[in-house]
Every structure is written in C-alpha cells, then in structure tokens.
C-alpha cells in the first residue's frame, strides 16, 4: 500500500515566522513531489512542484525533497494569517509507461494556522 | 489564466439515482482525471483517462463508475446508482503532455463538485 504520511497539525505559528510542513512517503520509485494549498470547502491549489534532491524556491516558499529519506518538506518564510489552510503533499508513484502519466497519492493534510 | 471548470458546483441526489458529474479541463491539456474528498479526509484518486481511454483506475472505481469524453471539450463521471457513501467532493483535474514546458505531470484541479446522496 502507497501511503502519504503528515502530520496532521493544527500548526500553530505567529504572523512573520517560519512555517515548516513535513511529508514523507512509501514508494521509492516516486518521481514527482508537489504542495498543494487546500482552503476550507474549496479545491486544492498548486503552490509547490520538486522532482530533484535538494531545495526549490519560490517567493516565500521553499520545498525540500531527499529522496534517500523518502522525505519532504514545505518552508514558508514571513506567514501571513491569509497562509492558513490544510497543506496537502502529493506524490506522483506510478513511472511513465504507455499513456499513464501516473496519479496522485495525496497525505491527509497540515492544518496550518498563522495567528495575527 | 485557463481553469478547470466544474459543474454544478453542488448535486443533490436520492439514494439509488444516477448522477453525471461535468468537466471541462484546460484546453490544451490531454490527460483528465477524478479525485474524490469525503468530508474531513484525504484527496483519493479514482481514474486517469488519456486518449478516450482510462489510463489507470483505484479501487474505488467500480462498476457503478464511468467516464466519458463525449465531444472535445467535456469530460464526466457517471455514477450509476448512487449510495450514500458515494457523499463527497468530486475533483476534476487535467494535466498537460509529459515533458510540456518543463512540467512533470503538475494537475490543476477544478472547484469541485459537492455530491449529497440522501
């Protein structure tokens, strides 16, 4: 069984610091790590994609992925209260073969709460 | 910005009815797919469709479960004989050619549509 572990929070932090979320997953031949965004009653929204060992930046996020750890993990710098949300880490765990692109395993989320 | 587009946004339904749930992914896009969130869980896969044929398809997707391209643009999910289980946010979602613009199978997801089976 593929399985998507988080933690599942609340995380609680004060607006302007550090937000760390962290995933990690069972399937070694995964190629494909995103962040997605999941505010109450609404969809997921990408805000993060990695596919290589080492750190990725965008803006005030930072993904993080060691494939040897079967780890990864969201930074958010400067959180703002409108950051509060479920963060959901999906894997891509299936390889590329005849018309599959593979789907997703999605964990159960990091409630993450930024207060003012 | 192209979107996913969803409809409708909330379905209500009795027990035993069939219900079709409608996509229309981003245009350019080729390969479609359904999650599902039930309330307070996680996103579940159910089936990837490419080429006007189910690429892969979880466990959940049984026989009381269909998809269809039924013309260029739309993209649905049939649900043959509602049960109450089958309560949930359906999510569908499209992803473009392997490899387009440096993008490695990234799906955008539409708002969903909120299925209640009474």
């Known amino acids: 069984q593929k399985e998507v572990e988080q933690n599942s929070g609340p995380l609680s932090v004060p607006e302007g610091a550090i937000a760390s979320l962290n995933c990690t997953y069972s399937d070694r031949v995964s190629q494909s790590f995103f962040w997605y965004r999941q505010y109450s009653g609404k969809s997921p929204e990408l805000i993060m994609s990695i596919y290589s060992n080492g750190d990725k930046e965008d803006g005030r996020f930072t993904a993080q992925l060691n494939k040897a750890s079967q780890y990864v993990s969201l930074l958010i710098r400067d959180s703002q209260p409108s950051d509060s949300a479920t963060y959901l880490c999906?894997?891509?765990?299936?390889?590329?073969?005849?018309?599959?692109?593979?789907?997703?395993?999605f964990g159960k989320g990091t409630k993450l709460s930024v207060k003012p | 910005e192209p979107e996913v587009t969803q409809t409708p946004s909330h379905q209500v339904t009795q027990m035993g009815q069939e219900v079709i749930l409608r996509c229309v992914p981003i245009?350019?896009?080729?390969?479609f797919y359904w999650y599902r969130q039930i309330l307070g869980q996680k996103v579940e896969f159910l089936v990837s469709f490419y080429n006007n044929e189910i690429s892969e398809k979880s466990e959940i997707f049984d026989d009381q479960f269909s998809v269809e391209r039924p013309d260029g643009s739309n993209f649905t999910l049939k649900i043959r004989s509602t049960k109450l289980e089958d309560s949930a946010m359906y999510f569908c979602a499209s992803s473009p050619l392997m490899g387009d613009r440096g993008s490695k199978n990234i799906q955008y997801f539409g708002a969903g549509t909120r299925l209640s089976v009474l």
């Open positions: 245009s350019n896009h080729l390969y």
């Open positions: 999906a894997v891509n765990v299936s390889p590329n073969y005849g018309g599959s692109q593979g789907n997703l395993i």
